[in-house]
């Protein structure tokens, strides 16, 4: 009962911004005191480069919660405000920025993250995408007691789920962000009654996923098909991954493989009325397609009006 009460007492700041940190978001509030919430700056966006507030903020502004988008937490308003709220807790998911010690040890319990692999193994910016991209047939969430390195602390619980055949990052991330709230629900009572006792990573066993640039999203097709596959699906929906043909940037959403010994690598032919491209092993073919300036449309849509993709 006494933990119980602990719990319900907690005063909590909450660090996150992309829609992966909404649903954790969500679950505090119905269960906790959210003293503030800390994300990252507006951004432009899109082709009008208008500025766009992460998820986190709008859900922030629709519940009411204060709001800090510092462009470095170490900024001194930052750092007062934080002071300011004094929390017994500072839970952290996909916030963007690295926490200084000075925040770490400001709060009672420490800060706590909610990380979308099964460490060690994707420490970093990216684990979903590697995960996918790397052909790993598990991921997961880890509820982690956050120190000075990235995605080094001891762990408080784990909790894994399948990787679907054709998973893109969108929805492994979706999966993972509802998994990741009801863990840290879960995990959270034990952890302020002190019955959990956090497990030290096996750095031996640790593996980095680093932040993914736009122009990584370039198909290079003397590559196999079935590395090309996985790319499309890691970089989904951001940042895409392309080709260019005819001077003009083609987006690929959805392809699948041949396995064949079919060559030359680059080598642009028609299968089953769709576009595709033989690579350094297998063929790509494209189900999905979008040409600069138009909407998604299906591979054999795009074949109506590609004259010479076979030349």
């Known amino acids: 009962m006494c933990a119980k009460i602990a719990i319900n007492m907690l005063r909590v700041v909450f660090m996150g911004s992309p829609e992966f940190a909404v649903p954790v978001l969500q679950k505090l509030v119905e269960q906790h005191l959210v003293l503030g919430v800390v994300t990252?700056?507006?951004?432009?966006?899109?082709?009008g480069r208008m500025l766009k507030s992460p998820p986190i903020k709008i859900l922030a502004d629709e519940i009411n919660l204060p709001i800090i988008q510092p462009r470095k937490l170490s900024e001194p308003d930052a750092m007062s405000q934080l002071q300011q709220w004094s929390p017994d807790l500072l839970v952290v998911a996909a916030f963007g920025q690295i926490l200084r010690s000075e925040v770490l040890n400001m709060p009672k319990y420490g800060c706590v993250n909610v990380h979308a692999s099964l460490l060690p193994r994707w420490r970093g910016a990216a684990p979903i995408q590697a995960a996918i991209l790397n052909g790993d047939t598990q991921s997961g969430i880890s509820?982690?007691?956050?120190?000075?390195?990235?995605?080094?602390?001891?762990?408080?619980?784990?909790?894994?789920?399948?990787?679907?055949?054709?998973?893109?990052?969108?929805?492994?991330?979706?999966?993972?962000?509802?998994?990741?709230?009801?863990?840290?629900?879960?995990?959270?009572?034990?952890?302020?009654?002190?019955?959990?006792?956090?497990?030290?990573?096996?750095?031996?066993?640790?593996?980095?996923?680093?932040m993914i640039k736009k122009e990584a999203g370039l198909l290079d097709f003397s590559q196999p098909a079935m590395d090309l596959e996985r790319k499309i699906r890691a970089f989904n929906p951001w940042p895409g991954t392309y080709m260019v043909w005819k001077n003009q940037v083609l987006k690929i959403h959805h392809a699948h493989t041949?396995?064949?010994?079919?060559?030359?690598?680059?080598?642009?032919?028609?299968?089953?009325?769709?576009?595709?491209?033989?690579?350094?092993?297998?063929?790509?073919?494209?189900?999905?397609?979008?040409?600069?300036?138009?909407?998604?449309?299906?591979?054999?849509?795009?074949l109506h009006g590609a004259r010479g993709w076979e030349e």
């Open 143 to 210: 509820i982690m007691r956050m120190d000075a390195g990235v995605d080094t602390g001891p762990i408080l619980s784990q909790s894994s789920i399948e990787i679907a055949d054709h998973e893109t990052s969108g929805s492994l991330s979706g999966k993972l962000s509802r998994l990741g709230a009801d863990l840290l629900m879960d995990t959270l009572p034990r952890y302020i009654a002190g019955t959990l006792v956090p497990q030290a990573q096996d750095d031996s066993l640790a593996s980095y996923a680093p």
């Open 40 to 47: 990252q700056p507006d951004r432009p966006a899109g082709r």
């Open 258 to 302: 041949i396995d064949t010994h079919q060559t030359p690598a680059g080598k642009r032919i028609i299968i089953d009325r769709l576009p595709a491209i033989i690579t350094g092993r297998g063929i790509l073919v494209i189900d999905e397609i979008q040409p600069a300036g138009k909407n998604i449309m299906a591979g054999s849509t795009f």
